[in-house]
């Protein structure tokens, strides 16, 4: 079966500290990982895909096939970065669905 | 240019009720998608359109749900019946073909009463 697990609902840091946001899945094959965000009023919208490997308003996240994870970074959390993420995968020849974890609400505190 | 566009903003209805939910894609935008956001769901995929057709209706919940898009543009989602169950806000996406960048409408915010 595919998941995607984002066992946090909450996490709450002050503006400097690093943040990781965790992402498990569960997918027989090689799937494409995703970060979708939304910030307070605005679409949800693309943060990162893992097979382009780079760094989006200082976020990275790298797929760890062995641990079937792909964790979202960032060594010091801004208060614009108060969102919610979305881990998201999408599976060989299936169309581009997109199959969502549960979402993280990051709250930055000043 | 214009997003990803979707009508109404907001809709409550009585349960029983039929609703249709419109999205109008980012022109060119040959893929689109409909996802359900609801309390203690997250995101849930309903269903995939290539062109006109539908070769992935997989995340219907019910046959209450259909779906259908014309001109290889504007889709429309119809719930039948609606029950209370179906509350949630409706997300349609578009892109430009799998595999996906897949850019989001504001959502329809649903409430059967």
């Known amino acids: 079966a595919q998941r995607v697990t984002q066992p946090e609902k909450l996490l709450s840091v002050f503006k400097g500290a690093p943040v990781e946001l965790k992402c498990n899945y569960s997918?027989?094959?090689?799937?494409?990982l995703f970060w979708y965000v939304q910030y307070s009023r605005q679409r949800l919208q693309l943060l990162l895909r893992?097979?382009s490997r780079e760094s989006i308003k200082g976020f990275t996240a790298d797929l760890n096939k062995g641990e079937t994870s792909f964790h979202l970074k960032k060594p010091f959390a801004q208060e614009e970065d108060s969102a919610m993420y979305y881990c998201?995968?999408?599976?060989?020849?299936?169309?581009?669905?997109?199959?969502f974890g549960q979402g993280t609400e990051l709250s930055v505190k000043p | 240019g214009a997003g990803v566009s979707q009508s109404p903003s907001n809709k409550v209805t009585e349960k029983g009720k039929d609703v249709e939910l419109r999205c109008d894609p980012i022109?060119?935008?040959?893929?689109l998608y409909w996802y359900r956001q609801s309390l203690g769901q997250g995101l849930e995929f309903l269903i995939y359109?290539?062109?006109?057709?539908?070769?992935?209706k997989s995340g219907l919940p019910s046959d209450r749900f259909s779906a259908e898009r014309t001109g290889g543009s504007v889709s429309t989602l119809t719930i039948q019946r609606t029950q209370q169950e179906d509350s949630a806000v409706y997300l349609c996406?578009?892109?430009?073909?799998?595999?996906?960048?897949?850019?989001f409408g504001p959502g329809t915010r649903l409430t059967v009463t």
């Open positions: 893992h097979i």
């Open positions: 022109s060119g935008h040959t893929a």
């Open positions: 359109f290539q062109g006109n057709s539908a070769p992935d």
């Open positions: 998201a995968l999408s599976g060989f020849n299936q169309g581009g669905k997109l199959i």
């Open positions: 997918y027989s094959g090689s799937p494409e």
């Open positions: 996406a578009s892109s430009l073909g799998p595999p996906p960048e897949q850019y």
